[in-house]
């Protein structure tokens, strides 16, 4: 094991590094009752989806740890999922069969242009103050999921965002808000006393306490508001499901597929989970401090590779675009270095598939204060950027990547503002020699895929 992953060699031990895959899957487990949820909204069959999902993740995360040797994990994407169900689904009038064919090509193209180093390309074009500029954008993005995970921001008709009235909704909202507030402060003290695996502790802690206050019925479940309970349900799921979806992608009537909307809805795909990917990759392992004096990151062709098998795989499971999560961040901030991290992450996600009821029963305010703590030591990465006079042409697009992020609500989006405006901004200033030629390829697609998708 240790020849293969080389644990030592990257300053972590194997304790570590199965510590650090329980955390990743218990800050994912999420997905396991949400992207059911959401592609039911396609008419697809729940249980099904959340075993492709369990078995997508598993193939996925397992190539990632055993191809790539790195600490990161797949699963259905958020947000992605929803552009499956309620766009092309929904708006365009798709049915399921023809989403998850349009899922599987883009996989297939990703294949090739990983392959065919493309995908490596753009991710070593990107300059370094933007790839640290990601790790930080991250680090507030997952850390606004957080806080809307917890309760503790809610939405508002005026202000778009607001603090929770604890007053509101005490027995269900206003509880998960206090709850997580006390799990986040548990992981901060940990973590300044150097205890090791003060996140997972974190997690479990508040997920108990959470057990407790419905027992004594100071937290009350609501199915209608989105609160179930949460003591675990030792039920099992029913395998056979599976047949509703496993290889439905290829059962799809071509007369109903108008070529160009279709090429839309593959390049939308291909967009979307290119970018989500790479900014993953270069903010996680940015913080883990593995790229190297240039930026780059070792291993991530096999990384990208992975990836996109991962997309391919779980279209014929049955699921929409399988790719790298940000919330690998926790498993990373957790001390994970290496694939032995995305192994047991792996090899959780394949458990579950016996025990998603127990997993699924995990709530989003006992993970909550997880992200928010990672994301606080992804922002650490700040101090790398330069924002001294003479580097304000790295610095201003920077400063444009980590603010998108969190308010577009899209890693991708927040990549293509970085950008977009490090072309713009040096080009004007005349400092063009200092673009690299895939950089100006970028911006044009980004700015077209603006225009046009």
């Given at each position: 094991?240790?020849?293969?992953?080389?644990?030592?060699?990257?300053?972590?031990?194997?304790?570590?590094?199965?510590?650090?895959?329980?955390?990743?899957?218990?800050?994912?487990?999420?997905?396991?009752?949400?992207?059911?949820?959401?592609?039911?909204?396609?008419?697809?069959?729940?249980?099904?989806?959340?075993?492709?999902?369990?078995?997508?993740?598993?193939?996925?995360?397992?190539?990632?740890?055993?191809?790539?040797?790195?600490?990161?994990?797949?699963?259905?994407?958020?947000?992605?999922?929803?552009?499956?169900?309620?766009?092309?689904c929904g708006a365009m009038g798709y049915s399921w069969q023809v989403a998850l064919f349009a899922v599987f090509?883009?996989?297939?193209?990703?294949?090739?242009?990983?392959?065919?180093?493309?995908?490596?390309?753009?991710f070593n074009c990107i300059p370094l103050s933007l790839k640290q500029a990601v790790s930080v954008g991250i680090g507030l993005f997952i850390a606004f999921i957080g806080l809307q995970n917890a309760n503790l921001a809610v939405k508002s008709d005026s202000t778009l965002v607001d603090m929770i009235h604890f007053s509101d909704d005490l027995y269900t909202k206003g509880v998960c808000a206090v709850l997580a507030i006390l799990g986040l402060l548990l992981i901060s003290i940990l973590h300044v006393k150097k205890v090791h695996g003060s996140i997972l502790i974190g997690i479990f802690?508040?997920?108990?306490?959470?057990?407790?206050?419905?027992?004594?019925?100071?937290?009350?479940?609501?199915?209608?508001?989105?609160?179930?309970?949460?003591?675990?349900?030792?039920?099992?799921?029913?395998?056979?499901?599976?047949?509703?979806?496993?290889?439905?992608?290829?059962?799809?009537?071509?007369?109903?597929?108008?070529?160009?909307?279709?090429?839309?809805?593959?390049?939308?795909?291909?967009?979307?989970?290119?970018?989500?990917?790479?900014?993953?990759?270069?903010?996680?392992s940015s913080k883990a401090n593995m790229l190297d004096e240039e930026g780059r990151l070792p291993g991530v062709k096999s990384a990208l590779l992975a990836d996109a098998i991962a997309s391919s795989s779980g279209a014929v499971l049955g699921t929409s675009t399988t790719t790298t999560f940000v919330e690998s961040a926790a498993g990373v901030g957790a001390g994970g270095r290496t694939g032995f991290?995305?192994?047991?992450?792996?090899?959780?996600?394949?458990?579950?598939?016996?025990?998603?009821?127990?997993?699924?029963?995990?709530?989003?305010?006992?993970?909550?204060?997880?992200?928010?703590?990672?994301?606080?030591?992804?922002?650490?990465?700040?101090?790398?950027?330069?924002?001294?006079?003479?580097?304000?042409?790295?610095?201003?697009?920077?400063?444009f990547c980590v603010v998108a992020m969190p308010m577009f609500y899209s890693i991708?989006?927040?990549?293509?503002?970085?950008?977009?405006?490090?072309v713009a901004i040096n080009l004007a200033t005349g400092k063009f020699k200092k673009i690299n030629p895939l950089m100006y390829v970028l911006a044009g697609l980004f700015i077209l895929n603006y225009i046009f998708l």
């Open positions: 094991m240790e020849k293969f992953f080389k644990i030592k060699e990257k300053g972590s031990t194997i304790g570590t590094e199965i510590m650090a895959g329980v955390v990743t899957f218990m800050t994912m487990a999420y997905i396991l009752a949400v992207n059911p949820d959401i592609l039911a909204g396609a008419g697809m069959d729940k249980n099904a989806v959340m075993l492709a999902t369990c078995l997508a993740s598993f193939i996925g995360t397992l190539c990632m740890g055993l191809l790539a040797n790195l600490p990161f994990a797949l699963s259905a994407g958020m947000g992605v999922n929803a552009f499956f169900a309620y766009t092309v090509v883009e996989g297939i193209i990703f294949i090739l242009l990983t392959l065919t180093n493309i995908r490596e390309a753009i802690f508040t997920w108990l306490l959470g057990i407790g206050c419905e027992l004594v019925g100071f937290y009350k479940p609501n199915a209608e508001l989105g609160f179930y309970t949460l003591i675990p349900n030792f039920s099992m799921p029913d395998f056979s499901s599976l047949g509703k979806t496993f290889g439905q992608c290829f059962n799809i009537n071509y007369s109903e597929i108008g070529i160009f909307n279709f090429i839309v809805v593959v390049l939308s795909f291909l967009f979307v989970d290119m970018f989500d990917t790479i900014g993953t990759l270069i903010g996680v991290t995305a192994v047991v992450t792996a090899i959780l996600f394949l458990l579950s598939t016996l025990l998603a009821p127990i997993f699924t029963s995990i709530p989003s305010f006992a993970t909550a204060p997880a992200l928010m703590f990672v994301g606080f030591l992804m922002f650490s990465n700040i101090a790398k950027i330069k924002f001294d006079d003479d580097n304000l042409t790295d610095a201003i697009p920077a400063y991708a989006d927040g990549i293509a503002v970085g950008v977009i405006s490090y």
